[in-house]
T-cell receptor, first 116, second 115 residues
């Protein structure tokens, strides 16, 4: 079975500071990892994904994520946070070994609060 | 804007009723997925259709059903509604039949409130 853990319900950071939102995963096969962001009363917006290759993945709005196979982690990062980055962030995983390759399994979400 | 559209945005109904949620995928996408987002369960995968055929089922109740039509739009039917069915229902679409590398693009959701 596949699963995702986002250990922090909320992350607080000051504008201009670097931010990290943590994600760890568990899969039986190869992990395919995704980050989505949800703004209030909006759908999920795709930020970036890791399929294979370079462990550092760059995505939308200046976000990047680092895949670490030994630690089974896929942390989301941004060098300089903006107030407008405040939102709910979801990590998700797919596993081509489970037999239901359609399914995205999501973490519980981390609320990012960026203050001035 | 992801290009995935969902109607209606909001739906308020009573217990025991039946509702239909509609989704139009991005132009060119053949797969449609339905997810439920609730406070207690988080984001849960319900069902996946590819080019009109059911591909995978998740935690979908027997009271719920879905279909994908020849024009590729999809409908999620929820019947005998209970208070616990109140949630945000998302539709997502992707290009192909759902290999693991596919990106799913999400619509804005339909917020269902059952009173």
């Amino acid at each position: 079975a596949q699963s995702v853990a986002q250990p922090e319900d909320q992350v607080n950071v000051a504008e201009g500071n670097p931010l990290t939102v943590k994600c760890t995963y568990s899969v039986s096969g190869n992990p395919y990892l995704f980050w989505y962001v949800q703004y209030p009363n909006r759908g999920l917006q795709f930020l970036l994904k890791y399929i294979t290759g370079d462990n550092l993945v760059k995505g939308s709005y200046g976000f990047e994520a680092e895949f670490n196979k030994s630690q089974t982690s896929f942390h989301l990062k941004k060098p300089s946070a903006l107030v407008s980055d405040s939102a709910l962030y979801f990590c998700a995983v797919r596993d081509d070994k489970t037999g239901t390759a359609s399914k995205l399994t999501f973490g519980t979400g981390t609320r990012l609060q960026v203050t001035l | 804007d992801s290009g995935v559209t969902q109607t209606p945005k909001h739906l308020i109904t009573a217990t025991g009723q039946r509702v239909t949620l509609r989704c139009s995928p991005r132009s060119g996408d053949l797969s449609v997925y339905w997810y439920q987002q609730s406070l207690d369960q988080g984001l849960q995968f319900l069902i996946h259709y590819y080019n009109g055929e059911e591909r995978a089922k998740g935690n979908i109740l027997e009271r719920f059903s879905a279909q994908q039509f020849p024009d590729l739009h999809s409908e999620l039917n929820l019947s005998s509604l209970e208070l616990g069915d109140s949630a945000l229902y998302f539709c997502a679409s992707s290009v192909s039949h759902g290999p693991s590398t596919d990106t799913q693009y999400f619509g804005p959701g339909t917020r269902l409130t059952v009173l």
